[in-house]
């Protein structure tokens, strides 16, 4: 099962717009993200521009929607975007700003624009193209991350590990969960961050043999309120008994009358399946 997490920012931010929960797009962005006639150039325009201020824009679904506009404007229209993100002069706020509304939509077309990244001696460059890689699943983007994987840098050869886990590599998603079990920091990044990218990677394609971790994020405080959401599907669909505890004492964190609908559907599934046992 795989969940693209800024899909499912998408949606959430559709459904608020269509019942009048946000403002009009043009009220904060010049109205380029509600002008059907945008071209390619003004919606990356806005975008780069909102990179600018990520402490604004970072906590709305605005981004995600005009990026998937965007990228629906052709098969490389996303290149003016991949670029900022590897200039030189871009501050490291706004690549991560860029990264996170490009990295559900990215495809091998992007390839030339984001190795040329992985050169940068800049730290943050190069963890960005990596992560970035992560999500194009490709022979050739293997290989680059294989080498990646022992970068000087915990945090390059971190986002490595996490990109050959999100390519199957078995033995790189295996070494990703005994992080999490550890507890383990990795070079400067915080142990529940190397957790929550833990999850993160599992919740892509959750397995049965992923419950025993994805069980005990469900109930933690660093989790995120969309992967929390992720989890409730993913336990009612492949969690037994076990998890029906878990998922009744996470509505105490999650106190969203959405969320605790979700963990009401998620124990009947598990009991219908465990009646039928």
Wanted: net charge negative; glycine share 6%; proline share 6%.
């Amino acid at each position: 099962m795989r969940i693209p997490m800024t899909r499912l920012a998408i949606a959430f931010t559709a459904a608020l717009a269509l019942c009048g929960c946000i403002p009009d797009d043009s009220k904060t962005t010049g109205g380029a993200s509600s002008d059907v006639q945008a071209t390619p150039g003004q919606l990356a325009e806005t975008i780069i521009k909102m990179a600018g201020s990520p402490e604004i824009y970072g906590e709305t679904g605005e981004r995600h929607l005009l990026t998937w506009q965007l990228s629906n404007l052709g098969p490389a229209a996303l290149v003016p975007l991949i670029d900022f993100m590897g200039a030189p002069d871009t501050p490291p706020a706004a690549r991560l700003f860029i990264l996170q509304c490009v990295i559900d939509f990215l495809t091998p077309v992007y390839l030339a624009n984001l190795k040329p990244m992985l050169e940068s001696t800049d730290e943050v460059t190069r963890a960005v193209a990596v992560m970035a890689l992560g999500h194009i699943k490709n022979e050739t983007v293997s290989q680059l991350l294989t080498i990646a994987k022992t970068d000087l840098s915990p945090r390059v050869a971190f986002s490595a590990l996490s990109g050959l886990a999100m390519q199957g590599d078995p033995a790189a998603r295996e070494e990703l969960k005994q992080l999490y079990t550890s507890g383990s920091t990795v070079g400067d990044i915080k142990a529940e961050d190397v957790k929550r990218e833990v999850v993160r990677v599992l919740l892509r394609d959750a397995q049965p043999e992923d419950l025993p971790i994805l069980q005990d994020a469900v109930n933690q405080q660093f989790l995120a309120i969309n992967a929390r959401f992720m989890i409730a599907v993913v336990l009612g669909r492949l969690g037994d008994n076990t998890a029906i505890p878990l998922l009744e004492q996470s509505v105490n964190l999650q106190t969203e009358p959405e969320y605790g609908e979700m963990v009401k559907q998620a124990v009947a599934a598990i009991n219908g399946r465990v009646g039928k046992a």
